[in-house]
């Protein structure tokens, strides 16, 4: 089973942007034998300059207290379009990963690491990690 890793990395070399100031997302295709390659770059939109353009409300809206007509929830009802952007991948890596976009790529069954290192690294252990999950295999070292 191939899968997508998005990235968040400022040279493509180190894992040193947050996922919310994240310009772009690198994203890799992993093979069966957990091989990866570099396979597109998605550019982010920067959800900061205007909120309204770049969030989505989910289809069922909150009816609790502190709820409006327009779907806005005390609950965080809105997506990031971040999230939705890499929707396809199976995780995202980035240095630091809030906890409301965590629970948002929750939702999405989109495993998040928050990790500081070099990209290499990062997806190395990343698809070991994968490849014995999927495998039924260990996790444990030997």
């Known amino acids: 089973m191939t899968y997508k890793i998005a990235v968040a990395s400022s040279n493509g070399t180190d894992v040193d942007t947050n996922f919310g100031s994240a310009r772009f997302f690198s994203v890799y295709t992993v093979s069966d034998e957990g091989n990866f390659v570099h396979s597109e770059t998605r550019a982010a939109p920067d959800e900061n300059q205007d909120k309204e353009n770049f ?20 609950r965080g009802a809105e997506i990031s379009e971040k999230v939705r952007l890499i929707s396809d991948c199976r995780c ?40 014995s999950v999927d495998n039924h295999l260990s996790l444990a070292k030997k």
């Open 55 to 74: 969030s989505v409300h989910t289809e069922k809206k909150c009816t609790g207290n502190g709820c409006t007509n327009s779907g806005n929830c005390c």
């Open 92 to 131: 995202v890596v980035a240095s630091k990963i809030g906890f409301t976009v965590q629970k948002q790529l929750e939702r999405k069954a989109i495993a998040a690491f928050d990790v500081q290192c070099k990209v290499q690294e990062a997806l190395q252990k990343i698809t070991k990690y994968f490849y």
